[in-house]
């Protein structure tokens, strides 16, 4: 099925697309007056059987099991979230308990992302082979295992084991979430529910240092896992419990093990390298050596996986055009955001001189800001479409960049706030709405590969984003500095200048997501008008055949 395709028969496309699933929503009124005894639900049935759409989405809404299962599902993706990015606050601490350098401390947030890069490319094999429950029971009793382990570990290693527990535990939730929502909802509404998920999951960026914080003063770092410990526990009872399987799988399916191999040498290898860009130069072997290793182990997976008739990664879901719009354009905005989130503390803390305290504060609105236009972007891809939601976000996600760059050395500082807030407004309806989109291109069948390449390449934009743009900005600040003739007052002058063109490098970037939003997102799928036209001709139809 081509893009065109998709196009110009969105209704019938979406009826073959449900009839896959389970249940088509538009043409579910229709067919319920005309054959019902055929249409009522299967009710009951062991934990075991993978719900279809039907029973999980009647009348418009999720059933109980299916909100159930799903609200845990969003839980455990929140808790990855939130476990990724707490312990940022408790590195000073861990640092002078162990006696280790800041460097090698950092490894506890940056192998958490390591890994995380890792897992995302296993996540269409894992899903095709097991069912939702063994992949999420799974996850959960490492998770937990992970943080019983840096609570109780006596050393940073046995701390860090426990850490990379964690991420393995949670890599993978994400995708299952996402994949587990195309499964149940239909077309028609996939917007709204991808931005309710995606309303969670922006919440943990905004409480997650602030908790984490709080509770390193209150009980001690070793507090963090103790609580992270006992969530696990909760969310495992509550899979074990409480959550169904959505979609089928296949326990016959083979993993191609050299395959695995190659991801994690190369996705590792690149995440790393651009990892320790930050502590080493470009020319050190930490950096150059699994950068290169990287890319030549990503370059020999592609290769593999484009001639194997089913490969670990179905990379041929690229060629579909509106995916591969979508990739792009998330990934461009995963590499200028995720540098800013950087950038900007450097300048409240080291160039303005605030407390850290105060950088967090500062940049407080723009994560609230962004979890409620997830939210309201998911709304508005079901009513509008695909591009006005995605040009919109787009547009002002650059205006928001480039009035940041207008930053000095006596600027008022909340300026950065609400330039932030701006920006993560636009980020919101960029990133949710787009990805559901492209998602939507996909046959039923390829949306688990799908899932798993677009968050792989939002993975690695994130890891490559923050690490370039800063070394592009000390490159720019190092000239600066010696064309004014050194001195404190000349470094400070200097490293606000390179912030501010790394932001006019970043606004150009957000540019180019305007450009691949006018020219490249189309209106297949929710929201298109249409696709609106023919549902409302096709429930008329049926209201006349009554």
Not at 98 to 115: N, Y
Not at 240 to 268: C, M, Q, Y
Not at 471 to 479: K, N, Q, Y
Request: positive net charge; charged residues 15%.
């Amino acid at each position: 099925m081509t893009e065109e395709r998709h196009s110009e028969e969105p209704e019938e496309y979406e009826e073959r697309r449900g009839n896959v699933a389970g249940a088509d929503a538009a043409g579910a009124d229709v067919a319920d007056s005309e054959h019902p005894e055929e249409r009522k639900p299967r009710r009951g049935g062991s934990a075991g059987r993978a719900l279809t759409r039907e029973e999980s989405f009647q009348n418009g809404r999720l059933t109980r099991v299916a909100l159930i299962s799903l609200s845990i599902l969003t839980l455990i993706t929140f808790v990855g979230n939130f476990t990724q990015l707490q312990l940022s606050s408790a590195l000073p601490a861990i640092v002078d308990e162990f006696h280790i350098s800041v460097t090698t401390g950092q490894w506890l947030t940056s192998v958490f992302q390591l890994v995380m890069g890792v897992m995302v490319p296993l996540t269409a094999f894992l899903t095709r082979r097991f069912s939702t429950r063994q992949i999420v029971v799974t996850s959960m009793a490492v998770f937990t295992v992970g943080s019983a382990i840096s609570w109780f570990g006596p050393t940073f290693v046995l701390v860090l084991l426990g850490r990379i527990l964690e991420a393995v535990g949670t890599g993978v939730m994400w995708p299952v979430l996402q994949i587990t929502v195309f499964s149940i909802y239909p077309l028609s509404r996939r917007g709204m529910a991808m931005g309710t998920v995606g309303l969670a999951m922006s919440v943990a960026p905004a409480i997650g240092p602030t908790l984490g914080g709080w509770q390193v003063d209150a009980g001690g770092w070793r507090s963090i896992f103790m609580t992270l410990t006992i969530i696990g526990i909760v969310c495992l009872a509550a899979s074990v419990l409480g959550l169904r399987n959505f979609g089928e799988h296949d326990p016959t399916v083979k993993a191609d093990f050299f395959s695995v191999i190659l991801s994690i040498f190369g996705f590792g290898g690149l995440m790393f390298g651009f990892t320790n860009i930050e502590s080493f130069p470009i020319t050190h072997p930490m950096t150059w050596l699994p950068m290169t290793i990287g890319v030549l182990g990503i370059i020999w997976f592609v290769a593999r996986q484009l001639r194997r008739d089913k490969p670990l990664l179905n990379l041929r879901v690229l060629k579909n055009r509106g995916f591969m719009v979508g990739t792009i354009t998330a990934s461009v905005a995963f590499f200028a955001f995720s540098s800013i989130l950087v950038i900007m503390p450097l300048y409240i803390q080291n160039d303005r001189g605030y407390s850290a305290l105060m950088s967090g504060v500062i940049m407080l609105p723009g994560a609230i800001g962004m979890a409620i236009t997830q939210f309201f972007g998911g709304r508005a891809l079901d009513t509008f479409g695909a591009r006005p939601v995605v040009l919109s976000g787009s547009i002002i996600l650059t205006l928001g960049t480039l009035a940041m760059s207008l930053i000095s050395a006596d600027s008022w500082i909340w300026w950065v706030s609400i330039c932030q807030f701006i920006r993560q407004i636009g980020m919101g309806f960029v990133l949710m709405p787009v990805t559901t989109w492209s998602l939507n291109c996909l046959e039923p069948e390829d949306v688990s590969a799908g899932s798993s390449v677009t968050n792989t390449a939002r993975q690695i934009a994130g890891a490559m984003g923050a690490p370039v743009l800063v070394i592009l900005m000390e490159v720019i600040a190092d000239a600066r500095q010696a064309a004014l003739g050194g001195g404190q007052a000349a470094a400070v002058a200097a490293s606000i200048f390179g912030i501010q063109w790394v932001l006019r490098i970043s606004g150009a970037l957000c540019f180019i997501m305007v450009l691949l939003s006018i020219f490249g997102v189309r209106g297949q799928g929710a929201g298109s008008a249409h696709a609106l036209g023919r549902g409302a001709m096709k429930k008329i139809r049926g209201l006349n055949h009554r």
